[in-house]
């Protein structure tokens, strides 16, 4: 194909998803940095429509950006890239080698880069920590082998009072920011003696809010910058028992022109009733609101985000952490109908049912799970996120909801398990085994999207799991094209007359 139908291939696209005009900025951006016209549009036109050939990669990728600026706001963790890309390789979104870094804790804070064709990614990488940050290693370091082709950078960290820090990564000529919180010490017998003592419905206390029915409880924990984490606990009647984490109460990922915001969203508390919370996070362009509720003996969760302005959303997403801050990457089983089934020590994606790269199943296209849900079970006690096949996270019938699972959690490299819920979907927004979108979904003024989901945690193993999502759920309930009798004589006319 020339560059010309390559130009007007991507100004069709560029026109319907991301404006008028920003494709010649973006085109007269590569041709300051040095590419010819020709050489700008096959990279964009490679960006866009050769998707396909990227290798596997987990969360919201980006390309890797010379110029970088960060907006921090109180109880959200925002990135904004803005700059000229590196055409080379790009990179994957940094990440903590926990769910929750907390005050006195070491943790790696990590980037895996991929390459683009055959060109691997300089080496070797520094980084810059603001105050409350201890780095315990150089701040330069090369790059050592990761996940699928990447190469992975790592540092350890100490982090030594709590806030919403940014760190800065450096790669050749390109530069990289992270912003993460870092939580106060989690108590977690002050946390589960809460529990014991919290009634059925929803509890309020100073350090923060329970939400509890039957045995299965949600601890809302109460920081400086909002109501963040969430934490998944089994109440037996005799033993509190931590299941899993949630970080933050969703995250967002948005785009504007050649600036992409990341957002983990730690929202405050709005209102509250005797079975539900309502939270609210103001972001500029576009709300938050994050609404949990009880209904048929079940917890459920409903993120919306509200545009205020006309919002490129790339991705809205909720993930629980099982084992995190409790019992690790450890299981008995681990469910995800349709594609895994795991016991003891085995991992998800492995190479045991299929040569790469069709061995990687942890974000597939919606129709290859045969019961939505994510489960994992450990003593004796399961947990998951459960969620309704049917439901549109834009009001159209195509637009379901996408699930992620790594068990253990080997896409960031954590002593836990990871389970994801998020949209746009694969395969129509996403590629299979990716959880952005490779074009924006413009969200217009006034317009909204949302994800919703149960999170269950109760006794039993994997398969509790599935009788629970039975119940809220149900099978559906085929029309026959003929009654018994009609079938008969369909039967007996085949027989007699067709032979």
């Not at 701040?139 to 190469?151: D, F, K, Q």
Request: charged residues 15%; proline residues 7%; aromatic residues 12%.
């Amino acid at each position: 194909m020339s560059a010309e139908e390559k130009y007007k291939r991507l100004a069709k696209h560029y026109s319907l998803n991301r404006g008028a005009g920003v494709l010649e900025q973006e085109l007269s951006d590569l041709v300051k940095a040095g590419m010819s016209r020709d050489e700008a549009i096959n990279y964009l036109y490679e960006k866009t429509f050769g998707a396909s050939s990227k290798p596997h990669v987990r969360g919201k990728k980006a390309w890797l950006y010379a110029g970088i600026i960060i907006f921090v706001t109180l109880g959200a963790i925002a990135i904004s890239f803005l700059g000229i890309p590196s055409p080379g390789y790009f990179v994957l979104d940094p990440y903590v080698s926990t769910p929750l870094a907390m005050v006195g804790s070491e943790f790696n804070v990590s980037f895996n880069s991929f390459p683009k064709a055959t060109s691997f990614p300089p080496s070797p990488a520094s980084i810059t920590v603001p105050r409350g940050l201890e780095l315990l290693s150089s701040s330069t370091v090369g790059l050592t082998p990761g996940p699928a082709r990447s190469r992975r950078a790592s540092w350890e960290v100490l982090a030594n009072s709590s806030g919403l820090y940014t760190v800065y990564f450096k790669l050749g000529s390109a530069k990289y920011g992270y912003t993460f919180p870092v939580y106060e010490p989690v108590n977690l017998s002050s946390v589960t003696s809460l529990v014991s003592r919290a009634g059925q419905g929803v509890s309020t206390y100073d350090q923060g809010v329970v939400m509890k029915v039957g045995s299965e409880a949600i601890y809302f924990a109460k920081s400086s910058i909002g109501y963040g984490p969430a934490m998944v606990l089994v109440d037996d009647g005799k033993n509190v028992t931590l299941m899993g984490v949630l970080p933050s109460l969703g995250s967002v990922c948005t785009v504007s022109g050649s600036s992409w915001n990341y957002v983990q969203v730690v929202p405050q508390l709005t209102s509250w009733s005797s079975n539900s919370l309502s939270f609210r996070k103001d972001m500029g362009d576009y709300v938050i609101f994050s609404y949990w509720y009880i209904a048929n003996n079940s917890i459920f969760v409903k993120e919306r985000v509200t545009a205020l302005t006309n919002v490129h959303l790339l991705q809205v997403s909720i993930s629980l952490y099982p084992g995190a801050l409790s019992f690790g990457s450890a299981k008995e089983e681990a469910l995800f109908p349709g594609l895994e089934w795991l016991v003891k020590n085995e991992t998800s994606s492995s190479t045991l049912d299929a040569a790469p790269p069709y061995n990687l199943r942890d974000a597939p296209d919606p129709s290859e799970v045969t019961i939505p849900l994510m489960a994992l079970s450990y003593g004796g006690l399961s947990v998951g996120l459960l969620w309704d096949p049917c439901f549109s996270w834009n009001g159209s019938a195509s637009a379901v909801l996408s699930p992620e699972f790594s068990v253990p959690n080997w896409l960031q490299g954590q002593n836990d398990d990871l389970f994801e819920l998020f949209a746009p979907n694969v395969p129509t927004y996403v590629l299979p085994n990716e959880d952005e979108a490779f074009s924006a979904y413009d969200i217009p003024a006034g317009g909204s999207v949302a994800i919703s989901c149960s999170v269950y945690a109760g006794p039993g193993g994997v398969l509790s799991a599935v009788a629970r999502w039975l119940r809220l759920f149900g099978l559906p309930q085929p029309e026959l094209p003929m009654t018994p009798l009609q079938d008969i004589n369909y039967s007996m006319k085949a027989s007699l007359n067709s032979l």
